[in-house]
């Protein structure tokens, strides 16, 4: 079965860094376009960041945009969100999913999730 | 990057239809069929309902269709069922090679 399973997330201050990460299993990993969407406590979902199949395009949300990090381990099958400078506005709930079979343009699997606070 | 947009709160009884409208732009929704819906549940991860604008993943009932006309996208519920009550979000890919989200649509069976 796919899995995607998100560790790292916790209490950090405003400013502070994070790592978050995501372990995959059940899929050939580095055939899959892999993405980070958050939501913040009672709100919508939020696209962060996407890592193309290739693992040679990332792409960024304006609002995280040269704070935000987005990578891979094809060795281990995991995909990191390296975060730094945190706002109170980054606190929520930041989900792994990957993107479509074929290329499609979707997220076809989600992770339970991690969350993150940022406050002093 | 602006959201699509998404009624607040739609609601139908047991057996009725209902169809949840998902609005965006030419840059978004308009310029390709890169539209997905996902359910979610209280305390739960999202859970991919449909892809492309009208596809179904396998274990996703047919109650369950999505269309889209210019800008505007829609899922449509026959048969409700009590549980399809959740909130429910379109998403799109859009020309910038980013994603855009709805804000969400709550879904009630009374």
Known sequence: DVQVLESGGGLVQPGGSLRLSCAASGFTFSSYAMS???QAPGKGLEWVSTLSSSGGSTYYADSVQGRFSISRDISKNTLDLQ??????????????????????????????????TVSS | QSALTQPPSVSGSPGQSVTISCTG??????????????QQTPGTAPKLMIYE????????????????????????????????????????????STWVFGGGTKLTVL
């Open chain 1, 36 to 38: 980070w969407v958050r």
């Open chain 1, 83 to 116: 975060m730094i400078s945190l706002r109170a506005e980054d606190t929520a709930v930041y989900y792994c999913a990957r993107g479509g079979r074929g290329g499609r343009y979707t997220f076809d699997h989600w992770g339970q999730g991690t969350l993150v």
């Open chain 2, 25 to 38: 732009t030419s840059s978004d929704i308009g310029s390709y069929n890169r539209v997905s819906w996902y």
């Open chain 2, 53 to 96: 604008v009208s596809d179904r993943p396998s274990g996703v009932p047919d109650r369950f269709s999505g269309s889209k006309s210019g800008n505007t996208a829609s899922l449509t519920i026959s048969g409700l069922q009590a549980e399809d009550e959740a909130d429910y979000y379109c998403s799109s890919h859009t020309i910038s």
